[in-house]
């Protein structure tokens, strides 16, 4: 399998990026299909840099038939990760024909041209929002679906469900859903991390904006759930131990296990007031936060059950929250102004 390309879609995105790294690094040929809406060229540049081997980059649509039947036409593939979705919770409620059409009709797109091709082992970027409010946590991938309080959670149940059905109709393919928790860090390097556009929704994003004082202070959405001390509790998991799950996951699609879901997790909830702790000892600055009403959608403890994927992909995360936070500090050091800067220093230098 590893003389195939895999076609990595979103590859140049803050997920992908990371994954297409360890990919390289553990000797699979990838192919990048990018149409580069939330994401920097720079990044590839450095991940070719890192891996010492050559990422083979393809601008295009996935909600173009075009652009997918011509990189499809050009490669052999044996197996696609799917990262490519927009992913802004608040802007998929403002503009959610774009979220169904770019998310949806997209992945729609890409399976069907992979069933042309006779491509049929993917990999699909699915989140922890399919279960909106988990009844028991920390929530394991039997856990009723739903309801998804926002379009863009419901584009990622609409896929999944999608793909479920795809399964049923034909054995040959092969598919793991990963259902993601809390994305955070950086690669250890400082070289590639996340880049978010304008004001950040995710929390660790925001804090860091705050400690670079382009922000005045985090907002803490609610401190009356009911949890520990009252703030939202998540399973935050470092990007690089999502990029190992990605490995875990394309080599199990080697065994054509038909359709299956793996919660990446590391199964330890942190609350907002512990990761503002985390950031403060990370950093050694104080972070000044308010505490204001609570966000609309949001749940009050999300945390995984990963001992399915430990089991069937024996994968599991290695890093810690202190470690997510350093690697985090690093990249924002070494990149203020993300891919739009140049690299400040080398990592030894922090
Ligand atoms: P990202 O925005 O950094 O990466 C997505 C990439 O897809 C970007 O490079 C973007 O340019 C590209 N893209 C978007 N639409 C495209 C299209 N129509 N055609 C081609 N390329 C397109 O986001 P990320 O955080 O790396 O997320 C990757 C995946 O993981 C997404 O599917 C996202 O929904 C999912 N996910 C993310 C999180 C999170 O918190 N970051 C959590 C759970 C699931
Ligand atoms: C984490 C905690 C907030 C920001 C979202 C998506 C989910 C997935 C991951 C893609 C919560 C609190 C946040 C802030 C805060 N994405 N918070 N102040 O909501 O768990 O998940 O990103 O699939 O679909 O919904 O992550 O980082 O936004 O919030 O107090 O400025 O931090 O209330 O408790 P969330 P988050």
Known sequence: MRQKYVLVTGGAGYIGSHTVLELLQTGYKIVVMDNLSNSNLEALRRVEILAGRPVHFFKGDITSTADLERVFSQYAFWAV???????????????????????VTGSLNLMRVMNQFKVKNLVFSSSATVYGEPEIVPVNETARLGPVTNPYGRTKLFVEEMV?????????????LLRFFNPVGAHVSGMI?????GIPNNLLPYVIQVLQGRLPHVCIYGDDYDTPDGTGVRDYIHVSDLATGHVAALRK????PGCVAYNLGTGTGYSVKQIVNA???ATKKKIPYKVVDRRPGDV????????LANRELGWSPIRSMDEMCQDMWR????????????LKATAAAV
Not at 193 to 197: A, D, L, R, T, Y
Not at 300 to 307: I, R
């Open 81 to 103: 990760i799917h990262f490519a979705a927009i992913k802004a919770v608040g802007e998929s409620a403002q503009i959610p024909l774009d979220y169904y059409h770019n998310n």
């Open 164 to 176: 479920r059905d795809l399964c049923k109709s034909d054995p040959e393919w092969n598919v793991c």
């Open 193 to 197: 991390g996340e880049h978010p556009q």
């Open 253 to 256: 699609l080697e065994k054509r």
């Open 279 to 281: 950031m403060e000892k």
């Open 300 to 307: 009050a403890t999300c945390t995984a059950d990963a001992s």
């Open 331 to 342: 990249w924002t050091h070494l990149n203020p102004q993300g891919y739009d800067g140049p």
